[in-house]
């Protein structure tokens, strides 16, 4: 049973527009959220995180916010940019010191010039 | 500082095979995780290590051994390679595990085929 919950496996936009990815998430024992952003044959890397405490972390282009309420977030990008192209995986970690992540299964996102 | 290093990057086994795959990294963390990526698919949790010497299970463990006789290096073994195990198989690390925001390092991958 997907714990962390990506619905949208592709998002294409225009560069300079918002990009707006999103996840749903069940367990309510998840106390920090991820953005990973992944190329073609590397690793993920970290983008943004925001603590289940919060409702709104921003990072330059990037904003993540989070409704407890809903079980949901979102990732915004603004403005986006071809080099954003990429597959993006939101995680979950549970509460508690477990350091275990849970995964969606991504969406990719391309961003036409 | 290399990060999270990854070998092989590509390799073919055939069924009831055996290999080890290895990870190291140079950033003295003291948590590795190891996680393997299906065709359209998520990161599933294989195994983890919060330290030398101490290892636990992930999500899907089965037809996996670990061990972390050092903080730099936590090599995955196969023991009998099934078709099942067809994947990218990511190792990751954190320095406190986690404790501020669960942010892991990957490395670049290792694609295994079994036939």
């Known amino acids: 049973d997907q714990q962390v919950k990506q619905n949208s496996p592709s998002l294409s936009v225009q560069e300079g527009r918002i990009s707006i990815l999103n996840c749903d998430y069940t367990n309510s024992m998840f106390d920090y959220f991820l953005w990973y952003k992944k190329y073609p044959a590397e690793g993920p890397t970290f983008l943004i995180s925001i603590s289940s405490i919060k409702d709104k972390n921003e990072d330059g282009r990037f904003t993540v916010f989070l409704n407890k309420s809903a079980k949901h977030l979102s990732l915004h990008i603004v403005p986006s940019q071809p080099g954003d192209s990429a597959v993006y995986f939101c995680?979950?970690?549970?509460?508690?010191?477990?350091?275990?992540?849970?995964f969606g299964k991504g969406t990719k996102l391309t961003v036409n010039p | 500082n290399a990060g999270v290093t990854q070998t092989p990057k590509f390799r073919i086994l055939k069924i009831g095979q055996s290999m080890t795959l290895q990870c190291t990294q140079d950033?003295?963390?003291?948590?590795m995780y190891w996680y393997r990526q299906d065709p359209g698919m998520g990161l599933k949790l294989i195994y983890y290590s919060v330290g030398a010497g101490i290892t636990d299970k992930g999500e899907v463990p089965n037809g996996y051994n670990v061990s972390r006789s050092t903080t730099e290096d936590f090599p995955l073994r196969l023991e009998l390679a099934a078709p099942s195990q067809t994947s990218v198989y990511f190792c990751a690390s954190s320095y406190d595990g986690g404790l501020l925001s669960g942010e892991q390092y990957f490395g670049p991958g290792t694609r295994l085929t079994v036939t």
């Open positions: 950033m003295n963390h003291n948590y």
């Open positions: 995680a979950a970690r549970y509460s508690g010191g477990s350091e275990k992540l849970v």
